[in-house]
């Protein structure tokens, strides 16, 4: 397995903050230390997009793996026995 520092092209950008935003209010972890801050940086990527606010330091990683699928994509149900 191979983790590298990624990036995300600049055309996918703007649907950044409104997609991690929906992913922290549900799953992320809540900040307790300083929760109000927290949201103006929050607002602050989705109206200046994601230069500012909570994704202007975001770090995206990459995972490549490999597997020996032999070229199969086949889902783990399919495969199963029961």
């Not at 300083?34 to 994601?50: E, M, N, W, Y």
Request: glycine share 14%; charged share 20%.
């Amino acid at each position: 397995m191979v983790i590298e520092e990624g990036s995300i092209p600049g055309a996918v950008g703007p649907l950044c903050p409104p997609t991690f935003g929906t992913f922290d209010d549900l799953l992320g972890v809540k900040h307790t230390i300083d929760p109000i801050a927290a949201g103006k940086r929050k607002i602050d990527s989705l109206v200046f997009g994601p230069y500012h606010g909570a994704t202007k330091n975001m770090q995206t990683m990459l995972i490549m793996s490999q597997d020996d699928g032999g070229g199969n994509g086949r889902s783990w149900r399919t495969t199963r026995r029961s």
